[in-house]
């Protein structure tokens, strides 16, 4: 099984930053891409911010230029940098992993979620 471990959500005003990390353990052969996904309060999760393992990037419209997603392969972590935060960011932000295990098996995990609170 894949376990991810969320990290980095907090308060902040509008205009401040926030990092936050996700760090994939179990016993699976390969991570074919990390994203982040978030869902506010009566609304539906949307997704934020993929990267693949051929360091493909993209982000939805509503966070280009303003958040940047990063990975540490070795770590097997993945990372989302928030900067210029709006009140609409306010959100659980999920972490999500897809690979194969040993085996060739196909996995999606999620993670718990991490609240990001930006204030006005």
């Known amino acids: 099984q894949v376990q991810l471990v969320e990290s980095g959500g907090g308060s902040v005003q509008a205009g401040g930053s926030l990092r936050l990390s996700c760090a994939a353990s179990g016993t699976f052969l390969s991570i074919n891409a990390m994203a982040w996904y978030r869902q506010a309060p009566g609304k539906q999760r949307e997704w934020v911010a993929r990267i693949a393992s051929s360091d493909s990037i993209g982000y939805s419209d509503s966070v280009k230029g303003r958040f940047t997603i990063s990975r540490d392969n070795a770590k097997n972590t993945a990372y989302l940098q928030m900067n210029t935060l709006k009140p609409e960011d306010t959100a659980v932000y999920y972490c999500?992993?897809?690979?194969?295990?040993?085996?060739?098996?196909?996995?999606?995990?999620w993670g718990q979620g991490t609240q990001v609170t930006v204030s006005s």
């Open positions: 999500n992993v897809v690979g194969y295990y040993r085996g060739h098996n196909y996995y999606n995990a």
